[in-house]
């Protein structure tokens, strides 16, 4: 089993993108929050796996459509360098890591674990019968800010919810723009999504309203937790990192396909780490 190969199937450093946020919420809640490190370090383990799983599934169930698309025809489930058996296997793994991680934390969110599972693999199905996939995976990434606040302290906050509504819809803006470069492929293959349905303008249009809304919910959070300057500071550098990043994929309102990868991995990552490191200070000066 070639395991470069599967963490590069399965975007394993893309983490990055998902850990800050997940610091984020256990700032919200360190208040009230049980932070044993042994408690901490399975809350870890279960977004990693989660994310790997969701990645592993989409992988698979879209390996057929991969195949014909010239932009994924080189990922490594369709080129062999990944059988489709070490696929599943990491699927299964994943799967079992995240729902044991989940019964160690607590019986509440071992019992929640399966249905936060069917929301995340059901995602990489939601593009066969409607345009809203996109808004289907913000959901399924809101779940991780509250699921790390239930972990931490048995219920789910009003700060971990507002902030998870800002991850999610941060998230799925950032999908509108990546899936920007298969409209044709989709509307070929007969896919849906919010750039087949709405077009070039439309999709632009609903991710500046999903990033206006991440940054207002992301900001509103911290307050609503009794959170001070510092939080809000890395606010105002996600939304100028947003900003930055449509000006520079949709200069004028005209999409450059050529700077996607840019904007998806150089201004995202460092948007998250960004205001995590902001959340972070802001914990240790308050505290």
């Known amino acids: 089993m070639n395991v470069t190969a599967l963490a590069r199937m399965v975007r394993l450093s893309h983490s990055l993108f998902a850990l800050p946020f997940a610091v984020a919420a256990v700032v919200l809640v360190a208040r009230d ?3 044993e490190p042994l408690r901490l370090g399975l809350v870890a383990l279960c977004v990693v796996a989660a994310r790997t799983a969701a990645m592993a599934m989409n992988r698979i169930a879209d390996r057929r ?5 010239p932009r994924t025809a080189r990922r490594e489930l369709v080129t062999g360098e990944v059988s489709a058996a070490a696929a599943w296997v990491l699927l299964l793994s994943a799967c079992a890591a995240f729902i044991l991680g989940a019964a160690l934390i607590s019986p509440l ?3 929640l674990a399966a249905p936060v599972l069917a929301i995340l693999l059901g995602y990489s199905f939601a593009k066969r019968f409607t345009w809203a996939c996109h808004l289907w995976l913000g959901v399924a990434q809101m779940l991780a800010p509250i699921g790390v606040a239930i972990a931490l302290t048995g219920a789910a906050p009003l700060p971990s919810i507002v902030l998870g509504l ?3 819809a941060w998230i799925a803006g950032f999908d509108l723009f990546w899936s920007l470069q298969d409209i044709d492929f989709d509307r070929g293959a007969g896919l849906h ?3 087949a349905r709405f077009g070039v303008k439309g999709a632009l249009t609903w991710a500046r309203g999903l990033h206006l809304l991440a940054v207002v919910a992301v900001t509103a959070a911290g307050p609503l937790a009794g959170r001070g300057p510092l939080w809000l500071l890395g606010s105002a550098v996600l939304g100028g990192v947003l900003l930055l990043e449509h000006r520079h994929v949709a200069p004028g309102g005209e999409l450059r396909p050529d700077r996607l990868n840019v904007a998806f991995f ?3 990552a460092f948007a998250s780490i960004a205001f995590a490191a902001c959340a972070l200070s802001d914990l240790w000066v308050t505290r």
């Open 33 to 35: 929050a049980h932070l």
């Open 65 to 69: 459509f991969d195949a014909m698309n």
């Open 109 to 111: 969110t071992g019992w």
């Open 166 to 168: 800002g991850v999610g």
């Open 193 to 195: 999504s919010i750039p």
């Open 266 to 268: 150089d201004y995202n």
